[in-house]
């Protein structure tokens, strides 16, 4: 596709319930990370894919999120059992060959009421 | 672990100003040092980026060099204009997975 999409764009949610966020990268990018943008926090780090390598989650915050990535392409961020702390804005970025520049989808604003 | 430190802002300047955004990283590996760029409303979108020590990146009159003595990235404008207004986050890019590790971001608003 033309960029990295990613659905929802917003989400909404009671606390408890399970979340699920999708990212589809660009078309042919190995890499792909996501992130969580919070106010005050920055761009904090969560999962990164590339390509058929065991992923780096060294950034999920707990084991309540989870990833995976189908078939190289599509990816799913999972939030288990919301939590308030968890509102925020979930960021998709994909790389290609490059892999020094990343391309960043529009983010998904998570509110967890 | 892998970090960056990035001056906070929010930084309020008037247009034709002289910009600095302070960024510091860790220094293990050789890392690759970018600043990416969050206007309002938009995604985040890579402004500069320099891959090795004395390395220059520049773009749209911002520029940052890679200092590995002082393991500094500093961004500079000379003048800048009311459309530089956004978020600006340094981030370094270092070992064998290229994981992109971020600086908090800094707000800066341009007033007429």
């Known amino acids: 596709g033309a960029g990295v999409s990613q659905s929802p764009s917003n989400k909404v949610t009671e606390k408890g319930k399970d979340v699920e966020l999708r990212c589809d990268p660009i078309?042919?990018?190995?890499?792909l990370y996501w992130y969580r943008q919070s106010l005050g926090q920055g761009l904090e780090f969560l999962i990164y894919f590339q390509g058929n390598s065991a992923p780096d989650k060294s950034g999920l915050p707990s084991d309540r999120f989870s990833a995976e990535r189908t078939g190289g392409s599509v990816s799913t961020l999972t939030i288990q059992r919301t939590q308030q702390e968890d509102s925020a804005v979930y960021l998709c970025?994909?790389?290609?060959?490059?892999?020094?520049?990343?391309?960043f989808g529009s983010g998904t604003q998570l509110s967890v009421l | 672990g892998d970090s960056v430190t990035q001056m906070e802002g929010p930084v309020t300047l008037s247009e034709e100003a002289f910009l600095t955004i302070n960024c510091t990283y860790t220094?293990?590996?050789?890392?690759?040092l970018f600043w990416y760029v969050q206007y309002p409303g938009e995604g985040l979108q890579l402004l500069l980026k320099?891959?090795?020590?004395?390395d220059k990146g520049s773009n749209k009159g911002f520029e940052a060099t890679y200092r590995k003595e002082t393991t500094s990235f500093h961004l500079e404008k000379g003048s800048v204009q009311v459309s530089d207004s956004a978020v600006y986050f340094c981030a370094r890019q270092g070992g064998s997975n290229y994981k992109l590790t971020f600086g908090k971001g800094t707000l800066l608003t341009v007033n007429p």
């Open positions: 320099a891959t090795k020590a004395d």
């Open positions: 970025a994909s790389a290609g060959g490059s892999k020094e520049k990343l391309f």
């Open positions: 078309s042919g990018h190995t890499a």
């Open positions: 220094a293990t590996g050789y890392p690759s």
